[in-house]
């Protein structure tokens, strides 16, 4: 069978659903069969998404491997899935990540693991629906299937203290957000279909269709508050503190990696293309919540006490250069915010995979209960050492890059912006080297951290992808953005087309209205005679 004629998306996507259904008929007796057979799924899940970067076309800005089904055919609805530059490494680090956080709970979790695997596997499929959706409808269906096992992993398996209040903050700002983005998505679905007689959720096709203004702004705003509270952005970050403090390990990196990033990608797929004048006008006041975000989020993180919480306040900081990028509406910047995207997935995700080992050891996150570790924990040391480096923007890493193509971006149309951002990399250095300093070295002054043991060989097969991929991002980020080049110009060359179809037509909506007035005018002055 010819790989190429597989439907890859589909299996990317449903993989882990098949799995998850699979476990339900496994016995609770056999913990290591369900452990394996979801090691297994997440692994050829992976394959599958490998399979689908080898036969990208990276010269393309068309979507690729895309299928195409009739779902509901009254209402429009329909089964379409595609991928093109700007979501193709998306899908390869959820795919990445997969097997790791099955390994990295593999010792963990210790109750109800059936329970948990099957969250995990259907989390994954949320995900991964989310980044390959090209049908309004449909992208909705999987952001809202990621809510309820997310809800689970932090509701059942997180700290015993605070897990249901956290859980259940959690649900209820994403559900807000997502109800207004529900009756903005209905409200395009009609105002389209009245206009040009044709219902649909296709989104390729509703991005041809000209929003008028009066309407942009609103829709856009619904648009806004559900992927800003995703990402999230200041001032609607402050579930996710609480969110990471309390959920388990493996919800923590699932979380901060890969769910933090469907907001940032929602802007880019969806809010702006579809609302691109509400999107441009909003630029400045939306760059100023990013560069708070930047500055507070360095702030608050550099006097907290709690290393797992200074991580979670370090993810504030590092998405608004994601959103400050991103709305630079340049190469530079659209690229620097992409790739950002991968690079917080990767390095956040491996920090809070480094607290969660720690933890396990020691069970305690506080800062004070630490110092020396270096001396029993060499190889711990090290793995450690190079994601905080990688964290800050240390150049030979991944961090870096992103960081740097954003400010270059951002400095071309708001060299204040990139200046004041800028501190937010210094900030980073100071909060992140000065909690890595107090845990790492120093005296090995408390008894109980005299016995620690260093990592084991399965703590090492789950870091070690990790560093590989920060490091290569790093020395040769050409591999990762020149296949998403030629989307992010087509994704700026559509906003400034339909930007100016929508002005043309409010234009020519105001020179019919100017006609008719003539002519009016004309009528009466004849009458007049």
Request: charged share 15%.
């Amino acid at each position: 069978m010819d790989l190429a004629s597989l439907p890859l998306l589909s299996l990317v996507v449903f993989i882990p659903l098949v799995a998850a259904v699979i476990l339900l008929f496994v016995g609770r007796a056999y913990e290591t069969l369900m452990r394996t057979i979801a090691l297994v799924s997440m692994l050829l899940d992976l394959a599958a998404s490998a399979a689908a970067y080898y036969f990208f076309d990276a010269s393309s800005a068309a979507m690729q491997l895309t299928e195409y089904h009739v779902w509901v055919p009254t209402w429009g609805i329909s089964y379409k899935l595609g991928i093109d530059g700007i979501s193709l490494f998306l899908v390869l680090l959820t795919g990445l990540l997969g097997p790791i956080v099955i390994l990295a709970s593999w010792e963990d979790i210790k109750y109800r693991v059936k329970e948990f695997l099957i969250s995990l596997l259907a989390l994954q499929t949320g995900m991964m629906g989310v980044f390959v959706s090209l049908d309004l409808f449909l992208f909705y269906v999987f952001w809202e299937v990621m809510l309820i096992p997310m809800y689970l992993l932090i509701g059942v398996w997180g700290n015993p203290a605070r897990k249901l209040y956290a859980a259940i903050k959690f649900v209820l700002y994403t559900v807000v957000g997502s109800l207004l983005m529900l009756v903005a998505i209905l409200a395009l679905y009609l105002m389209a279909g009245s206009a040009s007689g044709e219902y649909t959720f296709d989104l390729l096709k509703l991005y041809d269709f000209p929003v008028p203004i009066y309407a942009q702004l609103w829709m856009f705003l619904a648009f806004f508050l559900a992927f800003a509270i995703k990402v999230p952005m200041f001032p609607f970050h402050t579930w996710l503190p609480d969110a990471h403090t309390e959920a388990p390990t493996v919800g923590s990196v699932v979380l901060a990696a890969v769910l933090l990033k469907m907001g940032t990608y929602g802007f880019i797929r969806f809010a702006i293309p579809l609302f691109p004048n509400a999107a441009i006008d909003s630029t400045w006041w939306i760059m100023v919540l990013a560069l708070i975000g930047i500055i507070y989020g360095a702030w608050v993180a550099m006097v907290q006490v709690d290393v797992k919480r200074l991580v979670a306040f370090s993810s504030v900081s590092h998405l608004g250069f994601v959103m400050l990028g991103m709305f630079a509406f340049n190469v530079r910047g659209v690229e620097g915010s992409i790739l950002q995207m991968i690079n917080h997935g990767l390095s956040t995700g491996a920090l809070f995979l480094i607290v969660g080992i720690i933890y396990e050891r020691r069970h305690t996150r506080l800062i004070e209960d630490y110092g020396g570790i270096s001396k029993v924990m060499p190889i711990f040391a090290v793995f450690f050492m190079i994601f905080t480096l990688s964290s800050i923007g240390l150049p030979g890493l991944n961090g870096f890059v992103g960081e740097f193509l954003i400010l270059l971006g951002t400095f071309e149309v708001y060299p204040w912006f990139a200046v004041l951002a800028a501190t937010g990399v210094i900030f980073a250095a100071v909060y992140m080297l000065w909690m890595f300093q107090r845990v790492m070295f120093g005296e090995l002054t408390n008894p109980k951290n005299v016995g620690l043991k260093d990592l084991s060989y399965r703590e090492i097969v789950v870091l070690a992808p990790l560093v590989v991929f920060v490091v290569w991002i790093g020395v040769y980020p050409d591999t990762f953005l020149k296949p998403m080049e030629p989307s992010v110009k087509q994704f700026l060359k559509q906003v400034e087309v339909k930007k100016a179809a929508v002005l043309d037509q409010e234009n020519g909506k105001k020179l019919s209205a100017l006609d008719l007035a003539a002519q009016s005018h004309s009528r009466r002055a004849v009458n007049d005679r």
